[in-house]
Nanobody, 123 residues
Framework: QVQLVESGGGLVQAGGSLRLSCAAS????????MGWFRQAPGKEREFVAA????????YYADSVKGRFTISRDNTKNTLYLRMNSLEPEDTAVYCC????WGPGTTSSLYRYWGQGTQVTVSS
């Protein structure tokens, strides 16, 4: 089992940057594909980015491509999401997720989920 805890969210002006972290417990972090998802008020959860177990393959939603970067440090059991050029439309709760299968864009591929961290982008 994997427990995930996100951090790094906050309030930022449009055009600013944030780096989210997702700390994982357990010794098997390096075997999991990882993903970031977000959910804005009144909207469905949506895929943001994903990365394979080794960090050699990454995937992004079109809405964040070129602005966000997903990465992982398996020696620290930590997943990251670097977010640049933030827009008000990026405002949401961001959750990390781990799964044995993938990486992929659908939430059903991921078994373990964190509680999320709030990101608010002001215009």
């Amino acid at each position: 089992q994997v427990q995930l805890v996100e951090s790094g969210g906050g309030l930022v002006q449009a055009g600013g940057s944030l780096r989210l972290s997702c700390a994982a417990s357990g010794r098997t972090f390096s075997t999991y594909a990882m993903g970031w998802f977000r959910q804005a008020p009144g909207k469905e959860r949506e895929f943001v980015a994903a990365i394979n177990w080794s960090g050699t393959s990454t995937y992004y939603a079109d809405s964040v491509k070129g602005r966000f970067t997903i990465s992982r440090d398996n020696t620290k059991n930590t997943l990251y999401l670097r977010m640049n050029s933030l827009e008000p439309e990026d405002t949401a709760v961001y959750c990390c997720a781990a799964g044995e299968w993938g990486p992929g864009t659908t939430s059903s591929l991921y078994r373990y989920w964190g509680q999320g961290t709030q990101v608010t982008v002001s215009s």
